[in-house]
């Protein structure tokens, strides 16, 4: 059973990193064609990625984050990391993490997402 | 401004059926069949709902079908039920730097 979920702060500060960690369970990202994916979704609007780790270490970012977000994998402890600079209270969104099949390209698995406020 | 376009909102009577579009460019949806739909109800995380244009994962209704022509792809719902009322969102492969675009989700009401 594969299982996924955030961990992170609820509250930040303009101008401050955001670290979001998903811990996920009952799979490995050592296997081909597995991917963890981070996407957002500020209230009432809609859904938008962020960004993409593979199995391979290949890291995708959205084009107009690119230069805030570092994605990151600990295989071993089974964990994805993503860290956002410079917070906005734009940012202001649900974190959702999320396991991908490369094939398909479809999320199939998603966690239950953590609601970050970016708030003076 | 999301990459897909998909209408705001769609509405139908219980027993009825309903389509949401979802249109994107010869980049996405036109060139690749890796589009997939989600279920998201109030204050839920995303469900898979069709995976590769038509392909149902395992436990969703047979009510719910996929297609795609051209840069278009469709959900279709029939015998629509109270409990389908959710918004829902398309994605589709893409060849740019992120390798999924999603539609601007439609929400889904069951009159």
């Known amino acids: 059973q594969i299982t996924l979920k955030e961990s992170g702060p609820t509250l930040v500060k303009p101008t401050q990193t955001l670290t979001l960690t998903c811990t996920f369970s009952?799979?490995?990202?050592?296997?081909?064609?597995?991917?963890v994916g981070w996407i957002r979704q500020p209230p009432g609007k809609a859904l938008e990625w962020l960004a993409l780790i593979y199995w391979d270490d290949d890291k995708r970012y959205s084009p107009s984050l690119k230069s805030r977000l570092t994605i990151t994998k600990d295989t071993s402890k089974n964990q994805v990391v993503l860290t956002m600079t410079n917070m906005d209270p734009v940012d202001t969104a649900t974190y959702y993490c999320?396991?991908?099949?490369?094939?398909?390209?479809?999320?199939?698995?998603w966690g239950q997402g953590t609601l970050v406020t970016v708030s003076s | 401004q999301s990459a897909l376009t998909q209408p705001p909102s769609v509405s139908g009577s219980p027993g009825q059926s309903v389509t949401i579009s979802c249109t994107g460019t010869?980049?996405?949806?036109?060139?690749?069949?890796?589009v997939s739909w989600y279920q998201q109800p109030p204050g839920t995380a995303p469900k898979l709902m069709i995976y590769e244009v038509s392909n149902r994962p395992s436990g969703v209704p047979d009510r719910f079908s996929g297609s795609k022509s051209g840069n278009t792809a469709s959900l279709t719902i029939s015998g629509l039920q109270a409990e389908d009322e959710a918004d829902y969102y398309c994605s589709s492969y893409t060849s740019s730097s992120i390798p999924v675009v999603f539609g601007g989700g439609t929400k889904l009401t069951v009159l």
């Open positions: 009952g799979f490995s990202l050592s296997t081909s064609g597995v991917g």
């Open positions: 999320a396991h991908i099949r490369e094939v398909e390209m479809a999320i199939d698995y």
């Open positions: 010869s980049s996405d949806v036109g060139s690749y069949n890796r």
